[in-house]
């Protein structure tokens, strides 16, 4: 699954989600550069949740929710400074 969303209001942040279900791998990227990165080997769990600060001028907290659905689908909860600014499904 992969998205990219616009953040903050003065200092405009392109934040990049990037889930890899087959290689276990999430990344999360703003304006190209890499901010986190995490690798799952084995099980996958059923709630994962990533919180990010980031930005100079304006500090925006970034907070992704994973949820696991039954069959190969997740729901995806994207919070902005606590505020809910998108949701969305896929694999």
Not at 59 to 70: N, S
């Amino acid at each position: 699954m992969r998205f990219v969303i616009e953040v903050g209001e003065v200092e405009k942040q392109l934040v990049e989600f990037d889930f890899n279900q087959l290689l276990g791998r999430t990344v999360i990227r703003s304006n190209g550069r890499e901010i986190k990165r995490q690798v799952r080997l084995f099980s996958e769990p059923v709630f994962e949740s990533h919180v990010v600060d980031f930005g100079e001028s304006e500090r925006v907290q970034l907070k992704i929710e994973k949820r696991r659905r039954m069959l190969l689908s997740s729901r995806y909860t994207v919070y902005v400074n606590n505020r809910l600014a998108s949701c969305c499904e896929g694999r």
